[in-house]
């Protein structure tokens, strides 16, 4: 008896709920409820999670929550936007740019 195939890599990127017109983001294409995928049929998209069948076999694939590797994007305690510094002295205040 031949192996049985396995379910090729899926990325869930991004669900969209409305009702009646779920979408999805999977392997970078969009999909809607009923759709196929290759070998793959999207049987239901929930917010957080799309169930496919391939073969028979049915499968959860979770939303991935793993932030992109872009070295852009830096959490603001790394990379603070510049704000002007108050210096005040006896006679008057004064705003100096940095």
């Given amino acids: 008896m031949p192996p049985k195939p396995t379910l090729p890599p899926l990325c869930l990127q991004s669900t969209l709920i409305q009702p ?4 999805a983001m999977l392997n970078g294409q969009v999909v809607a ?3 196929k995928l290759g070998d793959i049929t999207i049987i ?3 917010s957080d999670n799309v169930i ?3 073969e028979e076999q049915v499968v959860r694939i979770m939303l991935d929550v793993t932030p992109p590797d872009n070295p ?3 959490p603001a305690s790394e990379n603070p936007a510049k704000q002007p510094s108050f210096s005040a002295d006896a006679d008057n205040s004064t705003a100096e740019q940095n």
């Fill in 20 to 23: 009646g017109n779920n979408r």
């Fill in 33 to 35: 409820e009923g759709d």
């Fill in 44 to 46: 239901r998209i929930e």
């Fill in 52 to 54: 496919v069948s391939f």
């Fill in 72 to 74: 852009q994007i830096h």
